[in-house]
């Protein structure tokens, strides 16, 4: 009897041990937060954040892992976290495109689109600029400029949503670039190096060298604080509004209550002092949107695109 009663005891308490296993509370193991672009830009510095708010509050090891996909953009970084376990442990640090475009493009991870989001955080402070030598001031100026002359246009991938608007203001300003190319980062160096005349980037990116460099328009519907005086897309074209934002995104199939635990720090991160700083600092706006207004803001921006690849014939 006391050999059965043994034998009941270890059997429970190895069943007792697999339950726990199964049902281990969210966060046990690291965290990655995957951010599809070299480190330093906006999105970068705030994912980096997040990740050291959220290993503070679990006590589990927690930070950005940097993907960037070259002439692919962002889309390899998001295969990636597409096909990793549906657990809450690899979390998408992604810009407007992936769930805009990502399931447009011929991508079979990303069609249908894999992906639900946390919510938004970020909204770029992107700029169409030039280099302090150029010829012209103004997007009108520019337009004229480029109707008797070649203009390169540098972009961080032909399908994003910057280069397709800015695609698009050139058609709506009668004049097209003569060539455009895809780029990591694009910068300050990136100007000076003459391989190209035009950027879309975001203003981060070309802050210390902002005094010597034209910004001709930037993208969205507010105009940044840091240029005050520059007009944006949609000022000079309504039907092109669309802002430039990023937020976090999991695997649809990901469990609730690791959605629940991201968001609440990252919600927390995004209201901190030097969160709402570094918005100061960049012209940035550093916010929380919630996941259903993401979805909703999703299905917007991609009826804007749509008319967007109809007006530059894509």
Known sequence: MK????TLIATFCVATAFAGMAHAEYPEKPVEFVVPWPPGDLEDVLTRMIAEDF???????AAVVNKPGGGGGPFPGAVEVANAPADGYTVGSFIIAIPVVGPQIGIPDLNPNPFEPLGNFLTYPFVIAAGADAPYDDMAGLAAYAKENDVVLGHFGAPL???????????????SYASDAAFDALDCNTLASGDVDVINTTLQLILPCLDSVKVLASVGSERISLTPDIPTVAELAPDLNVALWNGLFVHKDTPADAREKIIAVAQKTMMSERAQKLAAETGATVYWQSADEVTAQIDTDI?????IGTLIGE
């Not at 050999?3 to 043994?6: G, P, R």
């Not at 949503?161 to 203001?169: C, D, F, H």
């Not at 009826?303 to 008319?307: A, I, N, P, R, S």
Request: hydrophobic share 35%.
């Open 3 to 6: 050999i059965i009663n043994k």
């Open 55 to 61: 290993q503070k509050e679990y006590g589990v090891p």
């Open 161 to 175: 949503v910057p280069t397709q608007v800015t695609m698009g203001l050139a058609k709506e300003m009668g004049f």
């Open 303 to 307: 009826k804007t695109l749509g008319h």
